[in-house]
């Protein structure tokens, strides 16, 4: 039996499909944030931190957010 590859790993559409997973299951709402605002945080210096089963909190730089 013949193995087909595994497609080749990239980590930024990897981000942005779970980042797409978390605004459906309603995490920026539970942020206080809109989904464009939530999905826009990592960029603008901002940090997720937390897991999908614990809830997610975030927290901005220097602790504002």
């Given at each position: 039996m013949t193995e087909?590859?595994?497609?080749?790993?990239?980590?930024?559409?990897?981000?942005?499909?779970?980042?797409?997973?978390?605004?459906?299951?309603?995490?920026?709402?539970?942020a206080g944030l809109?989904?464009?605002?939530?999905?826009?945080?990592?960029?603008?210096?901002?940090?997720?931190?937390?897991?999908?089963?614990?809830?997610?909190?975030?927290?901005?730089?220097?602790?504002?957010?």
């Open positions: 087909t590859p595994a497609p080749p790993f990239d980590p930024g559409a990897e981000f942005d499909r779970q980042v797409r997973d978390l605004i459906g299951l309603g995490h920026p709402k539970a809109d989904d464009e605002r939530f999905a826009d945080r990592p960029a603008s210096g901002g940090r997720l931190i937390g897991t999908a089963s614990s809830g997610l909190l975030t927290a901005g730089v220097g602790g504002a957010g």
